[in-house]
Nanobody, 127 residues
Framework: QVQLVESGGGLAQPGGSLRLSCAASGFTFTNFAMSWARQAPGKGLEWVSGISSDGSDTYYADSVKGRFTISRDNAKNTVSLQMNSLKPEDTALYYC????????????????????WGQGTQVTVSS
């Protein structure tokens, strides 16, 4: 069965960095685009970043563009999110998701196109 397991969350100071990782199993990883999304306290799920199945194309929400970098290692079935210049408003539960609808090799911003999400990893940005 499909499993997505996130790790790497924690507490960071404003301006600091964290690196999130997602280990995927139970499907042919190289065939599917992946994305990261987040849910802040009291808010809905927000798409953050996506990467195509071969890693050649990456996409970012305006709120994180220039600060976050998504990457994937298809040999290790992992997708990562490097987060720099963190802000308090980045505080959220971060999830990785597998594209399941439409062109599954191309990352999209619509959350409904993702059919599996991990359990999430908490990121807290505070001084």
């Amino acid at each position: 069965q499909v499993q997505l397991v996130e790790s790497g969350g924690g507490l960071a100071q404003p301006g600091g960095s964290l690196r999130l990782s997602c280990a995927a199993s139970g499907f042919t990883f190289t065939n599917f685009a992946m994305s990261w999304a987040r849910q802040a306290p009291g808010k809905g799920l927000e798409w953050v970043s996506g990467i195509s199945s071969d890693g050649s194309d990456t996409y970012y929400a305006d709120s994180v563009k220039g600060r976050f970098t998504i990457s994937r290692d298809n040999a290790k079935n992992t997708v990562s999110l490097q987060m720099n210049s963190l802000k308090p408003e980045d505080t959220a539960l971060y999830y990785c998701g597998k594209k399941g609808r439409g062109s599954t090799e191309v990352a999209g911003t619509s959350l409904v196109d993702y059919d599996y999400w991990g359990q999430g990893t908490q990121v807290t940005v505070s001084s």
